[in-house]
């Protein structure tokens, strides 16, 4: 790996990352792991600049949610605060024709799918499940119970292949976002397995946030989490998560390959979750300021700016007018959001069959009379 | 005539012979054909594509279907053994159930999961329960089985067909027992998937089984009969939802209702079918609805799973309790 040192106290994890983009704003221009990879990026000033805009965007949004919880409108909210780079990166490595499988997190991959970043309110404002069309954005539902859509994206990806959507630079490919807690469970493992066996086109791609709400790294894993794709027959990579540059250009790579018909990858995105695992928890408990703020002065957002910023890619106008279109877009979500409808109570009945069943018809038209029965009353 | 597992068998290839989007997986299916040679010949036939040999773990095999099938394809998967579906149980029950739910309509997951299910055939643990009330309780899951080869024929291409999660559960100790097929019957003619069957008629008291049982209470009907008793049995077929209006006619004009399985009798479905018919028959009833279940213990040891297994006797007990109320 490119920073192939670990050094006590240093901000390299043991074993090294691929990092494009130190967190002073420094670009590295290529990086060449111990297989032989080299990987850079060869990005436009208009898209830095885009890239920037989505960092602040999906922040911004994201703190605005945290606010609207807190407020007591949302029932609760999985804050992706650190994790911009991670899913920004990742997220816009994607193609029309890739499919992601999300866990309960992914509101800057959401946005950049091209999703109204207003879906995943109504699942945590408690007016729907989850509202999007998966098959329409390429972009499946949330998925609570940890693990459990790495499966899916598995069974998806082993489709692109029986439909022969492989094999070529225009393939389709297929990725499955999941964190650290995650790589614990049977499920993982066996669609690391499966995607092994079948040589499904799919990144892996882990976000280690190093922990599972209060359960640290170390309750997971005593080796680094990368190395286990070798046991199950294809490469892993770590890379630094909190770099854009470089989480687009690993994650790139990796869905390039399966696209062109070499399998799976599993990318671990090394991150910090700077805030609590949702608004229901407090971290506080569990983690130390000191390390908080270590990880601080490895901001996604900061790095990039300082980037921008030297290279004057970007000056001061630019950065304060995305400051204020996120901010205009976040204001713009909180009145949606506080407009969002509760559902009709009779809506409880939908969509449990595709083409309905006799007994939950029954149960909806008795609900119904029930209802109609207060009206008028003193209810 | 054919066996129940042969007829099964051809409703898989008359199922894949008709949408190009239907695949087989399972553990074993491939080259084997299954450990009831249930897929016999159809990898051989249609590929190793369509008829997937699947690593062994049961997760995998329903969590990769789901991704399948969000792909556009119909996966049927194959359970080895009713005792094996737990390890695929939060697969099912959180994910295959809720997808359509969740999605507000968007995700359809029209996949079959195949369970061999039951006892009698003298297996070790783990390959004789009966764990349909698990998923008749889960919303958004179909349950259903068979009891005879001209249903589990038509069933099975049903289920397949539907865009519902459906839970086919085979009645094991049944794959043997022979029966007219029509091979050629059309699918659009068949009874609804959901539907009741009144598997013999009578007018002095009401037997509703399923699956393996089926053939028991036919047995205690034919015995009963030779006292001047004329049983009406009623294949459920379908266990979620249950055809309630088949059952309530019935019951309403014998008067009297045994439900018959062997899953364990504690919140098993013949107490939900108990409660329904006492909420809707009440006054029709000339004695409480009765069960006749399995003992609420793990499965026994096949030596002695006949004791453990509602048979004749034990059914014909009930109905005299029910006439001596």
Redesign the interface.
């Known amino acids: 790996m490119a920073k192939g040192e670990s050094v006590a106290g240093s901000d390299i994890p043991a074993g090294g990352f691929v990092q494009l983009l130190t967190p002073d704003g420094e670009r590295v221009d290529t990086v060449t792991t111990a297989d032989g990879t080299t990987y850079s990026v060869d990005f436009t000033d208009e898209e830095y600049r885009g890239l920037y805009r989505d960092l602040v965007t999906v922040r911004r949004l994201d703190s605005e949610a945290v606010a609207l919880q807190r407020q007591g409108e949302l029932g609760i909210w999985a804050s992706l605060l650190g994790q911009e780079a991670a899913q920004v990166g990742s997220g816009r490595a994607l193609r029309p024709q890739d499919m992601a499988?999300p866990t309960y997190r992914e509101h800057g991959v959401l946005y950049c799918r091209g999703i109204d970043p207003i879906m995943p309110f109504g699942l945590f404002r408690g007016v729907?499940?989850?509202?999007?069309?998966?098959?329409?954005f390429k972009f499946?539902?949330y998925?609570i119970?940890i693990g459990?859509q790495?499966?899916?994206?598995?069974?998806?990806?082993?489709?692109?292949t029986?439909?022969g959507k492989t094999g070529s630079a225009d393939g389709e490919a297929v990725i499955a976002y999941f964190g650290d807690g995650a790589t614990s469970q049977?499920?993982v493992n066996?669609?690391f397995?499966?995607s092994g066996?079948f040589n499904a086109p799919i990144v892996f791609f882990c976000q280690n946030n190093q922990y599972a709400i209060s359960e640290p790294l170390e309750r997971q894993t005593r080796v680094p989490l990368y190395q286990r794709a070798g046991g199950y027959g294809f490469p892993g990579i770590r890379v630094d998560g909190n770099d854009v540059l470089a989480t687009y250009a690993v994650t790139r790579a990796a869905l390039d390959n399966a696209r062109n018909g070499q399998g799976p990858t599993l990318i671990e995105a090394y991150t910090y979750r700077m805030g609590a695992h949702t608004s229901s928890d407090d971290p506080t408990r569990y983690r130390n300021g000191s390390e908080v703020e270590a990880w601080k002065a490895k901001d996604p957002i900061s790095r990039l700016k300082a980037f921008l910023s030297k290279q004057k890619i970007a000056k001061k106008d630019f950065f304060a007018e995305v400051d204020a279109e996120a901010n205009r877009q976040a204001l713009d979500l909180r009145e949606r959001v506080l407009e969002m409808p509760d559902p009709q109570p009779v809506t409880l009945f939908?969509?449990?069959?595709?083409?309905g069943?006799?007994?939950?018809d029954a149960q909806r038209t008795a609900f119904a009379e029930y209802q109609a029965s207060f009206e008028g009353s003193a209810h | 005539m054919i066996t129940l597992g042969k007829a099964l068998n051809h409703g898989l290839r008359r199922a894949l012979e008709d949408d190009p989007k239907v695949?087989i997986m399972g553990e074993d299916v491939g080259k084997l054909g299954g450990v009831f040679r249930i897929t016999d010949a159809l990898q051989k036939d249609f590929g190793e594509?369509r008829v997937i040999d699947?690593?062994l773990?049961e997760?995998?095999i329903?969590?990769?279907?789901?991704?399948?099938?969000?792909?556009?394809?119909r996966?049927v998967c194959e359970i080895q053994f009713d005792g094996f579906v737990f390890?695929a149980y939060?697969?099912i029950v959180?994910?295959v159930a809720k997808?359509?739910?969740?999605?507000?309509?968007?995700?359809?997951l029209p996949l079959v999961i195949r369970i061999p299910f039951g006892g009698g055939i003298g297996a070790v643990e783990h390959h004789s329960e009966s764990p349909e009330a698990y998923f008749a309780h889960t919303?958004?899951l179909?349950v259903v089985t068979c009891a005879n080869p001209a249903d589990a024929y038509t069933m099975i291409q049903q289920a397949i067909a539907?865009?519902?999660p459906v839970i086919f559960f085979e009645p094991k100790r049944r794959y043997w027992e022979k029966g007219e097929v029509d091979l050629d019957a059309p699918l659009s003619g068949a009874f609804p998937l959901?539907s009741a069957r009144v598997a013999r008629p009578g007018t002095d008291a009401t037997v509703l089984a399923y699956g393996p049982m089926v053939r028991v209470a036919l047995d205690a009907a034919t015995a009963a009969a030779e006292d001047g008793r004329e049983l009406e049995v009623i294949d459920l077929r379908s266990l979620?939802?249950?055809?309630?209006p088949v059952i309530f006619e019935s019951v309403r004009r014998t008067g009297r209702a045994i439900v018959v399985h062997e899953a364990p009798g504690n919140a098993g479905l013949g107490a939900e079918i108990a409660a329904r018919i006492t909420e809707e028959c009440f006054y029709s009833l000339e004695a409480p609805v009765l069960r006749v279940t399995g003992y609420d213990i793990p499965y026994p040891a096949a030596r002695i799973e006949e004791e453990y297994l509602p048979d004749l006797d034990r059914v014909l007990d009930a109905v005299d309790r029910s006439f001596g109320w």
């Open positions: 499988f729907d499940q989850g509202g999007w069309d998966p098959n329409e499946n539902t998925t119970v459990s790495t499966l899916h994206a598995t069974g998806y990806a082993m489709g692109v029986m439909d049977g499920e066996e669609s397995v499966w066996v939908d969509n449990v069959y595709p083409n069943s006799p007994e939950i | 695949v594509d699947t690593p773990a997760a995998g329903i969590g990769t279907a789901v991704g399948l099938a969000i792909r556009g394809y996966p390890p939060n697969q959180a994910q997808m359509h739910y969740r999605s507000k309509g968007k995700v359809r919303p958004g179909k539907s865009d519902d959901h979620s939802p249950i055809d309630y």
